[in-house]
């Protein structure tokens, strides 16, 4: 990582709007708004001349991704069962791998975050992401993937939304190093190492907080992976290393200037016996999830993929303060709104 400073850059907090139309209607959400449709655009375009089969994800399930960091999910009554709002597909797109080689959704989402991540410039309680999936491949193979699409993405952006760009104040030139790809990377225990180091209480046996990886992300100026999270800080879907215990096969892409972390992915569990052994060591039970181990006893196949956050990835590339600013009806946690 390129370093510049171990402090992220100050931010105002910018105002909630009042009104949805206030917000709507203000040229800087326009902007944003244009520009995100750009990379919805090329997203798509990138993945389909991939080979990429688009899905519409399921918006209501009978269980969903319980790794979401200490947000609630969102329980309704779908004609006397308990269902879930989804809270991420992850489930679904191992499932959809059994059809199609691989596949990428625009999936929207549903977590009802602590009321402190209002303030994080970064937490939405409703929220789209990029999902893709890949059928029998690795890491490696999600990550360079991932590298590649938002490369291209930026790319697209500077080339065709450059009055876009200047109304919103955001320099083109912040981005000379992402469209090269070649992002940089370090492990989870190099990283926790370091945000202690700079006196931030990063527990080696969780995820970096929000606070760490904006810390992190301050101290460069291209995006770079965080591999190797420790066993017990992810769902049980993220596959533990064969030959190395404990360590998982996983990674986190982080944004450069402070913007904090994009996409998380991982290689994924895919074996019954395996997926049910790590539902019950991260306090799961397996009942709940009858439907996905009928589907993993017949064999769901072997897969990486990884889960882009739009609206975060819109705020880094407009360069806005907060991610609710790349919404056009934002959610903000606790915060009642049309």
Known sequence: MTSTSAEPRARVAPTFPVSPDQHLMAEPTRAT?????????????????QGFQELLPPVIGPVTDPGIRGSKQVDIDFYGHKYKLMTSAILYKQASLM????????????????????????????????????????????MELAERLVAHVVDEVVREMPGDLELLGRDPDAFREVVRGAFARTTHREATADLVALGHPQDPGAEIDWEGEEILSAKTSRPFFVVDYPKGSRGFYDQEDAERPGILRNFDLIAPEG???????????????????????TGENPAKYGWYLD????????????????????????GRTAAWEASAYPKLPGVVSA
Do not use: W
């Open 295 to 318: 589907l993993a006893r017949r064999g769901i196949p072997a897969s990486s993929g990884f889960g882009i956050g739009l609206e975060r990835f819109t705020r880094y590339v407009t």
């Open 259 to 281: 913007y904090g972390e994009l996409a998380s992915g991982s290689e994924r569990e895919h074996d019954y016996a395996a997926l049910v052994t790590r539902m019950r060591e």
């Open 99 to 142: 059809a199609f080689e691989k596949i990428f959704y625009i999936a929207p989402n549903v977590r009802l975050e602590p009321l402190e991540t209002a303030v994080t410039h970064r937490h939405l309680a409703e929220f789209h992401q990029i999902d893709v999936e890949i059928r029998d491949a690795g890491r490696e193979d999600a």
């Open 33 to 49: 708004l244009r520009v995100q449709s750009c990379m919805l655009a090329a997203t798509r375009a990138f993945l389909t001349g």
